[in-house]
T-cell receptor, first 110, second 113 residues
Framework: QKEVEQNSGPLSVPEGAIASLNCTYS??????FFWYRQYSGKSPELIMF????GDKEDGRFTAQLNKASQYVSLLIRDSQPSDSATYLC??????????FGTGTRLQVFP | GAGVSQSPRYKVAKRGQDVALRCDPI?????LFWYQQALGQGPEFLTY????????KSGLPSDRFFAERPEGSVSTLKIQRTQQEDSAVYLC???????????FGPGTRLTVL
């Protein structure tokens, strides 16, 4: 059973819209949560991390965590074509390794 | 400062050959991780070092996979008798401390023919 689930997409949004990316995880002991962006043929790049329930904002990005529902999301405001990439959700289970979802492909069209 | 570097960037091997993949972590980073990323999938954990100690190798798919970090800096992932299913991108990541985040290198794309 996959421990971190993401919709593979593609999620298509128009330029300027809000993109909402979602992730669920299975282990209630999870402690930290990460969103990485990966352009085609490139390595993952950290966008946001969140440890506590609630929202965390950084520029156009907002991470939301709900531990009771085992749900973490990433909102991208004012989406740009340059945001088109695969977004990977990753979870740390009180060990040092990250468990990744399969990623959601986001397409922002002009 | 420089980020995580990996070499070679691309490697083509014939089935049955041995390969060695190198990772240079960010200077001063204590922890080093190896992940395997198949096409269309997220990275999957292989192994983890803290300094020269290999603390977790639970993700290594078989005994053909071996990793080392003898001086606590550069790490090498070795795959013996490569198989077609080993074809993937091998990502290395490093981290300064337990509360830090992992930073990824560019990866090595391995193709086994």
């Amino acid at each position: 059973q996959k421990e971190v689930e993401q919709n593979s997409g593609p999620l298509s949004v128009p330029e300027g819209a809000i993109a909402s990316l979602n992730c669920t995880y299975s282990d209630r002991g999870s402690q930290s949560f990460f969103w990485y962006r990966q352009y085609s043929g490139k390595s993952p790049e950290l966008i946001m991390f969140i440890y506590s329930n609630g929202d965390k904002e950084d520029g156009r990005f907002t991470a939301q965590l709900n531990k009771a529902s085992q749900y973490v999301s990433l909102l991208i405001r004012d989406s740009q074509p340059s945001d088109s990439a695969t977004y990977l959700c990753a979870v740390n289970y009180n060990t040092d390794k990250l468990i990744f979802g399969t990623g959601t492909r986001l397409q922002v069209f002009p | 400062g420089a980020g995580v570097s990996q070499s070679p960037r691309y490697k083509v091997a014939k089935r049955g050959q041995d390969v060695a993949l190198r990772c240079d972590p960010i200077s001063g980073h204590v922890s080093l991780f190896w992940y395997q990323q198949a096409l269309g999938q997220g990275p999957e954990f292989l192994t983890y070092f803290q300094n020269e100690a290999q603390l977790d190798k639970s993700g290594l798919p078989s005994d053909r996979f071996f990793a080392e970090r003898p001086e606590g800096s550069v790490s090498t992932l070795k795959i013996q008798r490569t198989q077609q299913e080993d074809s993937a991108v091998y990502l290395c990541a490093s981290r300064q401390g337990p509360e830090d985040t992992q930073y990824f290198g560019p990866g090595t794309r391995l193709t086994v023919l």
